[in-house]
């Protein structure tokens, strides 16, 4: 049997910590024996860490980088190193408090509507009013009525992020197995022995000068070269024999129409923006690409690079709710609120500060609860007990 050469996805942050881990987990969970999945830093701080095992600078952290992690994804996804030793009760208590929380925001919405009077029968500050309460208790129902909603979505598709419920099936292996065959038209395995005609410098030497950043040993459709990348994220394609050229994009589509052959193209085309299933808050994934659409049950596309020849994208129907429900409802990356970077600023930040304000009141609400119960208990004095709500006109 030959042996089989996985391939290798990593993945790069700038600065790799703790609350990292999850996303290497998920994302090798889902590619189960397809491929390795890498973690890669880019970075310039001071204190480092290093495998075990090689000795290679593995992380490096700042007194600042450490304080905000606490302040920020150490405490959103419960990330105490004590807690997250232990990765499957970690994982347990994310999905459970995730879960309880979306289910209680969803509870209070629901009294919130049932308490609310549209005919205005209460009385607060000498006019009349639609909500039954004063103080904390008004105010809590306010933030809940208006910001209750993103509560609900942001806890629930935060728990899909751990995926909880059991993967939606693929219809077929059609859209899969194209994309393999496409993988392998534009990088097929290489032998060395091939590039001999024209050695690394040589193909450099041919280049004239031009600022070559990266040099690729590559085999695409069956034939040796080198993918130089020039200034200004260019590309140049240089053979065995002859001149360099720049990638065509028509020879390029041509390649993968072939290459997913039997499976029928519904559509394959160049796109100048960003659609539904490919797109950048930060706009730095590549434009223009070819969108290559198949035919197939799963309505399985993927998106192609044209100054590198490599698929950057994928997406096929069986994956809707990771885009939509966890995607599209915890990051709001919906098309017609995503590409207005502005407007996605100033939505997301407005549903935080609300959604902080609905916690405290939440808290607040909840200590004097706590409290009474505790002074029932020891026989203390329970002070003074507010009384927040209203009685009707």
């Not at 190193?81 to 232990?86: D, G, I, N, S, V």
């Not at 006019?127 to 910001?147: C, D, E, M, N």
């Not at 198949?294 to 100054?307: E, G």
């Not at 200590?367 to 004095?381: C, D, E, I, Y």
Request: charged residues 20%; glycine residues 8%; contains cysteine.
């Amino acid at each position: 049997m030959p042996h089989v050469v996985k391939p290798k996805i990593a993945l790069i942050w700038v600065q790799f910590a703790a609350y990292h881990v999850d996303r290497c987990e998920a994302v090798a969970k889902r590619l189960g024996e397809r491929a390795d999945v890498l973690a890669v830093e880019v970075v310039s701080s001071s204190d480092d860490y290093a495998w075990e095992v090689s000795g290679d600078v593995a992380q490096y952290t700042t007194r600042a980088s450490r304080l905000g992690a606490y302040v920020g994804p150490i405490t959103h996804w419960l990330y105490f190193t004590p807690l997250r030793r232990h990765g499957r009760t970690w994982s347990r208590l994310v999905i459970w408090s995730s879960g309880i929380g979306a289910v209680s925001a969803l509870l209070g919405i629901v009294v919130a509507i049932w308490m609310y009077s549209p005919r205005k029968r209460y009385r607060h500050a000498g006019g009349a009013t639609s909500i039954p309460y004063r103080g904390q208790k008004r105010w809590h129902t306010v933030f809940g009525l208006t910001f209750g909603l993103g509560a609900v979505t942001w806890a629930f598709s935060g728990m899909l992020s751990l995926e909880p419920f059991p993967a939606a099936p693929q219809r077929s292996q059609e859209g899969a197995e194209a994309l393999q065959r496409v993988q392998r038209m534009l990088r097929g395995s290489l032998d060395l022995g091939a590039f001999t005609a024209r050695d690394p410098r040589a193909a450099l030497d041919v280049l004239k000068g031009a600022p070559v950043k990266q040099l690729e040993l590559a085999t695409i459709a069956g034939i040796p070269v080198y993918f130089a990348m020039v200034g200004r994220g260019d590309t140049r394609i240089v053979p065995m024999e002859g001149e360099p050229a720049e990638f065509d994009g028509k020879t390029l589509m041509d390649l993968v129409e072939r290459a997913v052959a039997p499976t029928a193209l519904a559509e394959i085309h160049v796109i100048e923006q960003y659609d539904r299933y490919y797109l950048d808050r930060r706009r730095e994934r590549p434009l223009p690409v070819i969108l290559a659409r198949l035919a197939d049950p799963d309505d399985t596309r993927f998106y192609i690079d044209p100054k590198s020849a490599r698929v950057v994208g994928m997406y096929s129907s069986s994956g809707w709710m990771n885009r939509w429900v966890y995607h599209g409802l915890h990051s709001l990356d919906f098309p017609w609120l995503y590409k207005y970077r502005l407007l996605w600023d100033i939505v997301v930040i407005t549903f935080m500060v609300g959604g902080t304000a609905l916690c405290v009141t939440s808290l607040i609400l909840a200590w004097r609860v706590v409290g009474r119960k505790l002074a029932a208990l020891t026989g203390s004095p329970r002070g003074v007990v507010l009384d927040e709500d209203l009685v009707p006109q």
